[in-house]
């Protein structure tokens, strides 16, 4: 089929009501329902409500929610919904992000959560969608030095914080790695958590910074270099 042929199929298709008399048409519509597990759905187009619509996709399928305006695509009698409308602002931009610091830096010895002397995050700012959930992943490597007593033990733990549309302080402990040892341990701490509405996660721009907390017993010292902060809304 020649392009001029197909654009004046798309072109009429845009033109039809919900049941059209030609081969293609171009509809929106808004999500009534979605269930994350299975996949059904409801979607109201022009007033009336189809259920069950096929999902076009290359991929996963990235859930819906109710309110969400998507695209149909109908061809025949048959209708499929090929991803969200999104305007700039408004969750065109969500994309995954990642952020590495490698800097060596001590890690005060106070049980607070903060930022390191001389050094910030790492940090990253996503758009979170209607779904409003993300996995994050975040690591650092990990020394505990000064003299070997079993008896005294130190700990590191990285933490993060959100801001920006969402309020949420690394002591909340919505996701948390820590390494605890005496002197002589090193490794890495990490930790991949998934951070939903229920955690309180909100619609829009979204900041997450990693915070650094130590507690040491005698003379321990408190180290972390290689720090990694991976978001990924979905």
Avoid at 66 to 74: A, N, Q
Wanted: with cysteine; net charge negative.
């Amino acid at each position: 089929m020649r392009s001029t042929d197909i654009a004046a199929l798309l072109a009429d298709g845009m033109q039809q009501q919900v049941t059209g008399t030609t081969e293609l048409g171009w509809h929106t519509g808004v999500v009534l329902s979605w269930d994350d597990l299975t996949g059904l759905n409801s979607v109201e187009i022009k007033g009336r409500v189809f259920t069950n619509l096929k999902v076009l996709s290359t991929g996963s399928v990235q859930p819906f929610q109710p309110d969400d305006v998507v695209g149909v695509l109908r061809v025949g009698t048959t209708y499929f919904i090929f991803g969200k409308i999104r305007a700039p602002g408004a969750g065109a931009g969500e994309r995954i992000d990642s952020d590495r610091v490698a800097a060596s830096l001590f890690v005060p010895n106070n049980d607070t959560f903060g930022d390191l002397t001389g050094s910030y995050g790492p940090e990253v700012t996503v758009y979170i969608g209607s779904q409003r959930r993300a996995l994050v992943i975040h690591s650092c490597e990990v020394i505990i030095s000064g003299a070997v007593n079993i008896g005294q033990q130190g700990q590191i733990h990285q933490g993060v914080a959100i801001s920006g549309a969402t309020q949420a302080s690394p002591a909340s402990a919505i996701t948390n790695a820590y390494l605890k040892g005496p002197a002589g341990v090193a490794g890495s701490a990490s930790a991949t958590t998934f951070i939903t509405a229920e955690n309180g996660l909100q619609q829009g721009l979204n900041t997450f910074t990693c915070k650094y907390r130590g507690l040491a017993d005698g003379d321990q010292n408190l180290q972390v270099n290689n720090r990694v902060l991976t978001v990924m809304p979905f």
